[in-house]
């Protein structure tokens, strides 16, 4: 027995992000827009002097996720705000609590790198994009897209509407470092019950 997708996917979703080698937290709370930029295959056609073409074709690009939230506070814990995972280094766990403004000269420091999930599902047991409920229910649906390697690469605040809003945009690479391997995926299932064998599994990063 399998599980009927809906027409469409509408109004809610789960948003999973977790820090390489951290722990997941999740943000659907404060997340009111999600668009997905996936790699362009980008490439040109040169026409020959006889009229004939031939494409081009040019590396994969970079795919970025952007998120509009509506964040809270700077507690890296609490789902509330991507303060300190855009600002980088030294995460503050002790109120009152301040992004990193420490940085020492001429040393390099590397962007954190972080996994985001985004789960669509009819499954009630659901709580995460990252990490499967252990049990799932027996025909129930899902369709998932996940991005490893993402750089927090834009932090945009703004109070125009009365409202403090951020629009955050994720950029990750079309591989990993090592070329053999995709740093995003799709996935949909129509069983999530965790005891078959087509439900979705929990992703990880480490």
């Known amino acids: 027995m399998a599980g009927t997708f809906p027409d469409s996917w509408t109004?809610?979703?789960?948003?999973?992000i977790m820090k390489k080698g951290g722990t997941k937290y999740e943000f659907a709370a404060i997340t009111e827009t999600i668009d997905i930029s996936e790699p362009d295959y980008p490439g040109e056609s040169l026409m020959?002097?006889?009229?004939?073409?031939l494409f081009k074709q040019s590396p994969q690009e970079d795919g970025e996720?952007?998120?509009?939230l509506y964040p809270l506070e700077l507690d890296t814990t609490a789902g509330q705000g991507l303060f300190q995972e855009f600002t980088g280094?030294?995460?503050?766990?002790?109120q009152p609590l301040i992004t990193d403004t420490s940085w020492a000269e001429g040393i390099?420091?590397?962007?954190?790198r972080f996994l985001v999930a985004i789960m669509w599902t009819?499954?009630?047991?659901?709580?995460?994009?990252i990490d499967i409920d252990a049990t799932g229910t027996a025909n129930t649906v899902a369709t998932r897209f996940y991005a490893k390697e993402c750089r927090l690469i834009s932090h945009k605040a703004d109070f125009t509407d009365g409202i403090l809003?951020?629009?955050a945009t994720f950029k990750f690479p079309a591989l990993d470092s090592a070329g053999t391997t995709?740093?995003?995926?799709w996935e949909s299932s129509n069983d999530m019950l965790v005891s078959g064998s087509a439900d979705l599994v929990d992703l990880t990063y480490a």
């Open 65 to 68: 996720i952007t998120l509009e």
């Open 165 to 167: 809003k951020v629009t």
């Open 11 to 16: 109004e809610t979703a789960l948003v999973s």
């Open 48 to 53: 020959m002097v006889g009229g004939a073409r």
């Open 122 to 129: 009819d499954d009630t047991t659901q709580d995460s994009a």
């Open 182 to 185: 995709k740093s995003h995926a």
């Open 89 to 94: 280094g030294t995460w503050d766990v002790a």
């Open 108 to 112: 390099q420091r590397p962007r954190d």
